[in-house]
């Protein structure tokens, strides 16, 4: 029996042709389905055409757009296929996550590093792979792309060129799919997936928010992941989102009035990419860091201390430079990549309630 599924179209590459300042999308959500015709296989398809543009262009309330979208709906399709940017589909994923969660039906993220119309394009490939994912019945938000499937909170571009430019960040990787025709492998059980920032026994723990704990074990620990959207959780969209999330990346001899510049700025939450497990210059440092951490947590602004590094996650129990700055009331970002951690952030401090 055929399936419903409903593709929302917003842009990005692979709805892109040449302009006269570079590439631009015009193409839409229903031309891109002209073009791959064997996607008629999977059901019957809607189109939904939410935006055309750049992905370096979207922000935060589009991504308020595209959930309400798929909420609205999720009682009438099976399935859902959202074409997007590369460049910043990362953080469309995790804000999708974690907007959507417990949603019961597959929603699937893709896009392509060449345009549709390219001379071998990997576009047709990537929406064989995500109309697969979107078909299947695995609840959850997904990103299908370059025959990887992963989930949308664990999804990192680590390639400004190459076609296979996505990898998952601080859990497996959630599935595989056939560039010929799309068919779909699970690598990992629904059920069992460990969850970004949780060792994997701690796989059924439910979530528990990241909290600031100054001197507490718990605000060194990585900050626990509940189970997949649509996975033991009933399904709670949330929309709000508190923007002011700034990040700011260390470099040797950057000054600590960077964060006292930001929460003076308005900003209610500073993301620190610091060194290896996640440290910062501490008082052996003419730039010692710890001071403004602690003036930050004293006006009730969080302080999340994440790595620079692609893998591996960010660990304030190791240390001393993370040890001291969790005990100044420093956050751990555990597995989470930069680019889930900051919608997660965002609805966290919408759900907290502003100043």
Same mark, same amino acid.
């Given at each position: 029996m055929g399936?419903?599924i409903?593709?929302l179209?917003? $842009?990005?590459?692979?709805?892109?042709?040449?302009?006269?300042?570079g590439?631009r999308p015009?193409l839409?959500?229903?031309? #891109? %389905?002209? !073009?791959v015709?064997? #996607? +008629?296989?999977?059901g019957? /398809?809607?189109?939904? &055409? #939410?935006?055309?543009?750049?992905?370096?262009?979207?922000l935060p309330m589009?991504?308020?757009?595209?959930a309400?979208?798929?909420?609205?709906r999720c009682?009438q399709?099976?399935?859902?296929v959202?074409?997007?940017?590369?460049?910043?589909?990362?953080y469309?994923?995790? =804000? %999708?996550?974690?907007?959507?969660?417990?949603?019961g039906?597959p929603?699937?993220?893709?896009g392509?590093?060449?345009?549709?119309t390219?001379?071998?394009?990997?576009a047709r490939a990537?929406?064989r792979?995500?109309?697969?994912?979107?078909a299947?019945?695995?609840? $959850?938000?997904y990103?299908?792309?370059a025959? *990887?499937?992963?989930?949308?909170?664990?999804?990192?571009?680590v390639?400004?060129?190459a076609?296979?430019?996505?990898r998952?960040i601080g859990r497996p990787?959630?599935?595989?799919f056939?560039?010929?025709?799309?068919?779909?492998t699970?690598?990992?059980? &629904?059920e069992a997936?460990p969850q970004?920032g949780?060792?994997?026994?701690?796989e059924?723990?439910?979530r528990? &928010?990241m909290?600031?704990?100054?001197? !507490?074990?718990q605000a060194?620990? +990585?900050?626990?992941?509940g189970p997949?959207a649509?996975?033991q959780?009933a399904?709670a969209?949330r929309f709000?989102l508190?923007e002011r999330?700034a990040?700011?990346?260390l470099v040797? $001899?950057?000054e600590p009035r %960077?964060?006292? !510049?930001?929460?003076?700025?308005?900003? *209610?939450?500073?993301?620190?990419?610091?060194y290896? =497990?996640?440290?910062?210059?501490?008082a052996?440092s003419?730039?010692?860091? %710890?001071?403004a951490?602690?003036?930050? *947590?004293?006006c009730g602004v969080?302080? /999340?201390c994440?790595?620079?590094?692609?893998? $591996?996650?960010?660990?304030?129990d190791t240390?001393?430079?993370g040890?001291?700055? =969790?005990r100044c009331?420093a956050?751990s970002?555990?597995?989470?990549?930069?680019?889930?951690?900051?919608?997660?952030t965002m609805?966290e401090l919408?759900r907290?309630?502003g *100043?």
């Amino acid at each position: 029996m055929g399936k419903h599924i409903c593709l929302l179209a917003t $842009g990005g590459t692979i709805a892109c042709e040449e302009g006269a300042d570079g590439l631009r999308p015009v193409l839409t959500g229903e031309e #891109l %389905l002209r !073009a791959v015709p064997e #996607l +008629a296989r999977c059901g019957e /398809i809607d189109v939904i &055409e #939410l935006c055309s543009l750049d992905s370096s262009n979207l922000l935060p309330m589009h991504w308020q757009r595209m959930a309400q979208a798929i909420a609205e709906r999720c009682g009438q399709y099976d399935g859902f296929v959202l074409t997007h940017g590369t460049d910043t589909m990362g953080y469309t994923a995790g =804000a %999708l996550y974690y907007m959507l969660r417990g949603i019961g039906v597959p929603v699937a993220l893709t896009g392509s590093m060449l345009p549709l119309t390219a001379a071998g394009t990997d576009a047709r490939a990537n929406l064989r792979g995500a109309f697969a994912v979107a078909a299947s019945g695995r609840a $959850g938000v997904y990103q299908a792309f370059a025959g *990887r499937v992963i989930s949308g909170n664990a999804v990192k571009k680590v390639d400004s060129t190459a076609r296979d430019a996505f990898r998952s960040i601080g859990r497996p990787q959630a599935g595989t799919f056939a560039l010929a025709d799309g068919a779909l492998t699970w690598q990992v059980s &629904e059920e069992a997936q460990p969850q970004a920032g949780t060792a994997p026994q701690a796989e059924t723990v439910p979530r528990a &928010e990241m909290q600031s704990q100054a001197g !507490a074990s718990q605000a060194q620990a +990585a900050p626990q992941e509940g189970p997949d959207a649509g996975t033991q959780v009933a399904f709670a969209p949330r929309f709000a989102l508190d923007e002011r999330v700034a990040v700011v990346k260390l470099v040797p $001899g950057a000054e600590p009035r %960077l964060l006292t !510049a930001l929460a003076d700025a308005g900003y *209610r939450a500073v993301i620190i990419e610091g060194y290896g =497990a996640g440290g910062v210059p501490t008082a052996a440092s003419p730039k010692n860091f %710890l001071p403004a951490i602690a003036a930050l *947590r004293a006006c009730g602004v969080r302080v /999340i201390c994440a790595t620079q590094c692609t893998t $591996g996650g960010a660990h304030l129990d190791t240390y001393e430079m993370g040890v001291l700055a =969790a005990r100044c009331g420093a956050e751990s970002a555990g597995d989470l990549p930069l680019e889930a951690l900051v919608p997660k952030t965002m609805l966290e401090l919408a759900r907290e309630g502003g *100043r």
